[in-house]
């Protein structure tokens, strides 16, 4: 069975830290996260490759570090420094290792307050 499983979201004050996992079936390479705040697109927050390499959107970079355990199969989301712009809903990306397919996680809430 297809699966990208999250956890960790939650409600934080400004400043704070949240640690979000995201779990994949064995025939799931996990990628990253991305997030949609109410009313936006869904965009990148942050990607890791098979190699370790990251890329990070902008407004993250400093404050939130993108982590692989591929023992585990799960890709991990350190984030510090939480604003109230952070608010949104964070989506995990997989993509299928043979069939090459995209996958989305059901989405974990996380809200930061003033």
């Known amino acids: 069975q297809v699966q990208l499983v999250e956890s960790g979201g939650g409600l934080v004050q400004a400043g704070g830290s949240l640690r979000l996992s995201c779990a994949a079936s064995?025939?799931?390479?996990?990628m990253g996260w991305y997030r949609q705040a109410p009313g936006k697109q869904r965009d990148l927050v942050a990607l890791?490759?098979?190699?370790?390499?990251?890329n990070y959107a902008d407004s993250v970079k400093g404050r939130f570090t993108i982590s692989r355990d591929s023992a585990k199969n799960t890709v991990y989301l350190q984030m510090n420094s939480l604003r109230p712009e952070d608010t949104a809903v964070y989506y995990c990306k997989g993509r299928g290792r043979v069939s090459r397919n995209v996958y989305w996680g059901q989405g974990t809430q996380v809200t930061v307050s003033s």
């Open positions: 064995g025939n799931i390479l996990p």
């Open positions: 890791v490759t098979n190699d370790g390499s990251t």
